[in-house]
Nanobody
């Protein structure tokens, strides 16, 4: 079965950095776009970043643009989220997800575009 396993979350001071990783098994990783979402307490899950299956296209939420970078290593079946200049409002559980359509050029921001999700990793940014 398809599994997504995240790692790299933790506690960091404002202005600091973290790198999240998500390793995928059970599907042809290189054929699917990957996304990162986050959910803060009492809030809905929101889109953070997405990278196309080819790795040539990336998309970001306005709130993280210029601070976060999504990348992928198809040889390792892993997608990364490098988070710099972290702010307290970045505190959330971060989830990686795999797009439901293979080799798609369409970018859909909503979570319904993704069919497999990781278990989430907590990121806490202290002020």
């Amino acid at each position: 079965q398809v599994q997504l396993v995240e790692s790299g979350g933790g506690l960091v001071q404002a202005g600091g950095s973290l790198r999240l990783s998500c390793t995928v098994s059970g599907r042809t990783f290189s054929s699917y776009g990957m996304g990162w979402f986050r959910q803060a307490p009492g809030k809905e899950r929101e889109f953070v970043a997405r990278i196309s299956w080819s790795g040539t296209t990336t998309n970001y939420a306005d709130s993280v643009k210029g601070r976060f970078t999504i990348s992928r290593d198809n040889a390792k079946n892993t997608v990364y989220l490098q988070m710099n200049s972290l702010k307290p409002e970045d505190t959330a559980v971060y989830y990686c997800a795999s797009e439901g359509r293979s080799r798609t050029i369409l970018f859909r921001m909503g979570p319904d575009a993704y069919d497999y999700w990781g278990q989430g990793t907590q990121v806490t940014v202290s002020s």
